[in-house]
């Protein structure tokens, strides 16, 4: 409700000729409620697939259908921009922007009538009838998990940066360096997010087979590596190659966006994995994903060459893979007896 709601609100925000400044005062504060929304959903949708899984070894595959949203996001999002700029054309600054947002109403109902139909996990519903269930769970996970919190949060920034990156700032960075159409860009991303309907899940499923954390590690490596790759792609100012480089660009990030749902959650015991792994996983967003677009853009302002944000992606990398080194990885292992400890 809180996400749904705060979306449909954007689409009525006034504009800055109406109300002045007020308007990106509402818009900050719609954005705030959205992250309250996401702050609370992703750990209830991983915990909700992965404590269901009916195997220790398929902890992995379950857990990254949850991921599996963030690829539908950006197709539908960037599906909806480009057939919207298309109807409304110039006017799509002016209204046609809009309209996504009030349409984004319907998944509102959609997503009532899924959560009226589901239980709580039998983990959960085995520690409710124990009475197990911590009263202030997160000052309990601070006080008790304050590692794993830190880890995974820095496990992550080899995930978040890049992918704002590569979702984000090329659209100032296509149109006004490589000075190629908004539709163009919007239609490779799209190209991206298809491919990664089958990569997430399969590094998760990856990740069941040879550990959680080898598979992170090498993506950590890989990601590293790729932004420069990716860059020198971008600048041979060749269309094809332009598309190529942005396709390709969200493998690197779904190595690790496979498993990484998994590898969180199983860092915390039963009674504290909610509120342990939501932490970790949105202070990241905090620390990395936020910044990054912001971060790209004043590196490429100050050294003039793009090459400038692809060592900033690889310093995120070397941080992520030592993070990633000194977690625990409960692969194939059960988490049954976490909770008890």
Not at 75 to 96: I, K, T
Not at 263 to 282: M, P, V
């Amino acid at each position: 409700m809180l996400m749904g709601l705060a979306t449909f609100a954007v689409a009525l925000v006034p504009t800055y000729e109406s109300i002045g400044i007020w308007g990106a005062v509402i818009l900050t504060i719609l954005r705030f409620i959205q992250g309250v929304g996401v702050g609370g959903e992703w750990g209830g949708s991983v915990l909700m697939s992965m404590e269901w899984a009916r195997s220790d070894h398929s902890r992995g595959f379950i857990a990254s259908w949850p991921q599996f949203g963030v690829p539908c996001g950006l197709f539908l999002a960037n599906l909806a921009v480009l057939a919207f700029s298309h109807m409304s054309g110039e006017q799509f600054l002016a209204w046609g922007w809009r309209i996504p947002f009030v349409l984004s109403l319907f998944l509102v109902l959609v997503g009532l009538y899924i959560r009226l139909g589901i239980f709580e996990t039998p983990v959960f519903a085995k520690l409710l009838a124990e009475r197990k269930v911590e009263r202030a769970p997160i000052a309990e996970v601070i006080k008790r998990h304050p590692k794993e919190i830190v880890l995974s949060a820095f496990a992550r920034m080899a995930e978040q940066a890049p992918f704002y990156i590569f979702t984000a700032f090329i659209f100032s960075y296509g149109t006004a360096t490589l000075h190629v159409s908004r539709d163009f860009l919007l239609t490779a991303v799209l190209a991206a997010s298809v491919l990664s309907f089958f990569s997430i899940p399969f590094f998760g499923h990856l990740s069941d087979r040879i550990g959680r954390k080898n598979v992170y590690m090498i993506g950590t490596v890989v990601t590293g590596v790729f932004g420069f790759v990716y860059f020198g792609l971008l600048d041979t100012g060749i269309a094809a190659v332009i598309f190529l480089a942005i396709v390709l660009s969200l493998i690197p990030h779904d190595m690790m966006y496979g498993p990484q749902a998994a590898l969180i959650a199983e860092s915390f015991t039963g009674r504290l994995r909610y509120s342990g792994c939501s932490l970790g996983y949105q202070l990241a967003s905090v620390i990395a994903g936020g910044p990054a677009p912001l971060i790209a853009t004043w590196l490429f302002g100050h050294f003039q060459t793009p090459y400038a944000i692809a060592g900033y992606i690889a310093a995120c990398a070397v941080v992520s893979l030592i993070a990633t080194a000194l977690m625990t990885d409960y692969t194939g292992k059960s988490i049954e007896g976490e909770y008890e400890s």
